[in-house]
């Protein structure tokens, strides 16, 4: 069987909360994600619909691989609510280990883990009306999200997933399922 979509995930590149440890805001890329773009990636079609998440570190990496992206709401990152901009040890341990432990919750005042799947779900089964090709740059919490939901896992494996900046995630559609294809 041919395939039908095929959905290629980009990670934006590096920032300073990332390599702070702390909680996002609507930051710019640093310098290493900057130099973590200065290679080409092929993207394997000369023909795609580019996307991009709404934050400012999405739309500078997609602007940086070349692309020219629509920005989807769908593809924003996980609502930290409150904790936007704090560091990570800067949080009530007992806080934080209930949302990092029960997908369900949000302490935060933001989006659950659960909310967040729902979200990308929403946005996965978009796809899926015909033959496409999508370039999407995204966050990690989102490509964590669509990976849970292409192998049918739990939520609270969502933490398990660890998605490097300016990292590739592919994935295809075959009429009744995505499937994740390693990348080279």
């Known amino acids: 069987m041919s395939e039908v979509v095929r959905l290629t995930l980009v990670s ?13 805001t609507d930051e710019p890329l640093n310098a290493v994600g ?5 290679f080409a990636i092929d993207f394997g079609a000369t023909e795609f619909t580019s996307l991009s998440g709404r934050e400012l570190r999405c739309q500078q990496t997609a602007e940086l691989l070349g692309l020219h992206a629509a920005v989807e709401p769908r593809l924003a990152d996980l ?13 009530l341990a007992a806080d934080l280990a209930v949302w990092l432990t029960d997908p369900t919750s ?24 015909g033959p496409s090709r999508t370039v999407a740059v995204t966050h990690p919490a989102v490509i964590r999200a ?4 292409a ?27 995505w499937t994740l294809r390693s990348t080279g």
Request: with cysteine.
């Open 146 to 149: 669509a990976i849970l939901l």
């Open 106 to 129: 949000a302490p935060h005042g933001g989006e659950s883990v659960v909310d967040l799947m729902d979200r990308v779900a929403g946005w996965l089964e978009s796809l899926t009306a």
């Open 79 to 91: 609502d930290c609510g409150r904790w936007r901009g704090d560091v990570l040890g800067g949080v």
């Open 34 to 38: 900057r130099r973590q773009l200065s």
């Open 12 to 24: 934006h590149a590096m920032t300073d909360a990332m390599a702070a440890g702390r909680f996002p």
């Open 151 to 177: 192998l049918d896992a739990p939520p609270k494996s969502f933490w398990r997933i660890d998605i490097a900046p300016a990292s590739r995630t592919e994935m295809h559609y075959r009429g009744h399922a």
